[in-house]
């Protein structure tokens, strides 16, 4: 019974790492295909597990074998996550403790229940370990996913009150979101730190919640706007307010020359953030739906797809984030100097 109890634990451990990794992911394929590589793991231990102690045969790879190699395994993945999750500007660990927590509180009332059921009745039969497994895979599911499963759930019960469905939702956005934002002071990071999350920022800056786990909303200019418009400093509230930070800042990459656009090279900074990001125009995305009131957007969208290979954007996307990160850390340098103004950069 120990031996089946470790191997069982290894398991439910994969399965966590899986999910959680899953859950976080969002669209970085490096933890989509840890989170796969985790689940595979765990289910070859699971089809070994019970293969072996269901039928009382002896398969080549045991799962004494799986469950040892499980646990480099696990830890590899948690490396991987820590150090995409650290990429990604923000923070892992209150976040992790919390999931891991809640699923093995979950898994033990449960799951300890079927253990309980096999050492006082039938033992590990067939039937009982894949009862166990699927106990445990079900209760670390409905933890992990435990707000798109209240979001579904809000679906049936309030179906007909959608303004309450709607401010749940809100209230758990806030919730999961906690955990995630990193408090970091972004103002003690090196230049280049500082201007890889302004890059990742810009990329999130029509995504809320994600624009929120930024450290750049910890800037003195976020809570001093702020406090001078009355408004308390919550995650969100900071969140809108690096946004408006963010937009000002793309705004200065604009030439002064006198035009309202234009598709010259002292145009492409401002053009390179200010379409995709501002706008939300996606120019080399075959399915995206583009329908602008402005004529002027279809022109630029016409030039991007044109004259503008995606690689180039890329690397245009890169230099301009770099110049706005640098306009933003001379803002704060100069917030704190008297008589000291700020530099506006220019493509």
């Known amino acids: 019974m120990l031996a089946l109890i470790i191997q069982v634990t290894v398991f439910a451990h994969l399965v966590w790492l ?64 820590r150090r995409r999750v650290r990429q990604s500007g923000e923070a892992l660990l209150p976040d992790l403790v919390r999931s891991y927590d809640y699923s093995f509180l979950i898994s033990v009332v449960f799951a300890g229940q079927v253990v309980l059921a096999m050492a006082t009745g039938p033992g590990a039969t067939t039937t009982m370990l894949w009862l166990l497994h699927g106990v445990l895979v079900a209760s670390i599911a409905t933890q992990v996913f435990l707000a798109r499963v209240q979001g579904l759930l809000d679906r049936i019960a309030f179906a007909n009150i959608p303004r309450l469905r709607q401010e749940r939702a809100e209230l758990r956005e806030v919730e999961n979101l906690l955990p995630r934002v990193n408090m970091t002071d972004p103002l003690t990071m090196d230049a280049d730190e500082f201007a890889h999350l302004t890059r990742r920022a810009l990329g999130h800056y029509g995504d809320l919640t994600k624009l929120a786990t930024s450290p750049l909303t910890n800037l003195p200019e976020v809570h001093r706007r702020l406090a001078r418009r009355g408004v308390e400093p919550t995650t969100l509230e900071r969140a809108r307010e690096l946004k408006v930070i963010l937009a000002e800042a793309i705004d200065r990459l604009r030439p002064r020359a006198g035009e309202e656009y234009g598709t010259t090279d002292e145009w492409r900074y401002y053009n390179a953030l200010y379409y995709p990001y501002v706008v939300g125009m996606r120019p080399y995305s075959r399915r995206a739906a583009h329908s602008f009131d402005d004529p002027a957007h279809d022109e630029i969208l016409a030039w991007f797809r044109t004259y503008v290979p995606e690689r180039t954007l890329y690397n245009w996307q890169n230099a301009a984030a770099a110049l706005v990160a640098e306009n933003l850390r001379e803002q704060e340098v100069a917030a704190t100097t008297p008589g000291e103004p700020a530099h506006a950069v220019a493509g």
């Not at 969002?26 to 231990?45: F, H, I, P, T, V």
């Not at 089809?47 to 040892?68: F, N, S």
């Open 18 to 81: 899986g999910l959680y990794m899953l859950n976080r992911a969002g669209g970085d394929r490096a933890l989509q295909a840890a989170s796969g590589a985790s689940l595979l793991m765990a289910a070859a231990l699971a089809v070994t597990t019970i293969g072996e102690r269901g039928t009382g045969g002896r398969l080549d790879v045991g799962p004494e074998i799986l469950a040892a190699l499980g646990i480099p395994f696990f830890a590899s993945g948690v490396a991987i996550l």
